[in-house]
């Protein structure tokens, strides 16, 4: 009994969606450690730190949207627009620094719930609308800053930079409560009515769920870690710029599919986008690292994540097997 229950058990954890992903990531994490003789010092990981954390968020924020049922391709216009407010209002008192981080984030909220309600509430095609707001968002940005510039104070960066304690950057506040919002969140009814919608829409209306409530809730839910992102990106810059998130926007996706999440929606843990964030980030380290020449990593780049892609339908072909 005590072994069939073990076997149960081991069959559980690789079978999990995200398994794959926590292989992928613990491999690439020894192949960083062979190129980058620092990566375990403490300065090597603040670095990486800083650079991965604006792409673990847009993750969890599309994951959200992909668990639903949606996709969000106007994720990186939205940080675009958001830096270029941020570097065109901010000041140097703190009174400043907050309240354009507020206006941020409400912007980001705004934006997030205008896709939420068109997709919810018209019913077009999540792929294309958020296609055409990105475009809206990115042309907005362009011809309030065609160049990058503005002004962002320098404590503001180095605020982002600093160390809360000894050995503790400010910037791993970020993620911790990240992961214990979406820890709390993941008990909460409202979270299982997102894999309900996402999985299948018409039943969880059947059964009682507020379908356009639900989506308008993850967009909201998405704006927030949006704007987090985007106030990552312009502390690390110190400047507004209208290209700035373009990059975000599929690196997202990719990362929300390579963590394990179903991209029609209602399978997979958001964990997964975190760990596929982290992929991705590390993974330009190794192309960097191996000496890759700037020509050549876009495509590695590319290889890598359908190789990575592949790897994660490995449970979804066990559990076919199994049946």
């Not at 398994?19 to 190129?35: E, M, T």
């Not at 969140?185 to 299982?192: A, G, L, P, V």
């Not at 985007?230 to 997202?252: K, Y």
Request: aromatic fraction near 14%; proline fraction near 4%.
């Amino acid at each position: 009994m005590v072994k069939m229950k073990n076997r149960l058990n081991w069959k559980s954890i690789y079978q999990n969606p995200s398994f794959p992903s926590f292989l992928i990531l613990i491999a690439i994490i020894i192949l960083n450690a062979f190129l980058q003789h620092n990566f375990f010092t403490y300065r090597a990981f603040k670095s990486n730190l800083l650079t991965f954390t604006p792409l673990i968020l847009t993750s969890i924020a599309q994951g959200l949207v992909i668990l639903v049922g949606c996709v969000d391709l106007s994720l990186g216009a939205t940080i675009s627009l958001i830096t270029v407010l941020m570097a065109s209002l901010m000041g140097d008192s703190l009174l400043s620094m907050v309240l354009v981080v507020f206006i941020g984030t409400g912007l980001a909220l705004l934006m997030s719930f205008i896709n939420g309600f068109i997709i919810s509430y018209f019913g077009p095609p999540p792929l294309l609308t958020t296609y055409a707001t990105s475009v809206l968002w990115f042309g907005i940005a362009l011809f309030f800053m065609p160049t990058p510039g503005g002004y962002i104070p320098s404590h503001f960066s180095k605020m982002y930079r600093s160390d809360l304690f000894p050995s503790f950057p400010v910037v791993l506040l970020f993620l911790i409560g990240a992961f214990f919002f979406l820890f709390f969140m993941s008990k909460t009814r409202f979270f299982k009515h997102i894999y309900a919608v996402g999985g299948n829409e018409e039943a969880a209306y059947a059964n009682g769920v507020n379908v356009f409530l639900t989506k308008i809730k993850v967009f909201l839910l998405s704006g927030i870690f949006i704007a987090l992102a985007a106030i990552c990106v312009v502390a690390q810059t110190a400047t507004g710029d209208a290209r700035s998130g373009l990059s975000f926007s599929l690196n997202s996706v990719a990362a929300s599919i390579i963590g394990g999440l179903s991209f029609s929606g209602g399978k997979g843990s958001i964990i997964g986008p975190i760990m596929g964030g982290l992929i991705l980030g590390l993974l330009i380290n190794v192309l960097y690292f191996a000496n890759i020449t700037s020509f050549y990593q876009e495509f590695m780049k590319g290889i890598i994540i359908i190789f990575s892609l592949a790897v994660g339908a490995i449970p979804k072909y066990l559990k076919t097997r199994s049946l």
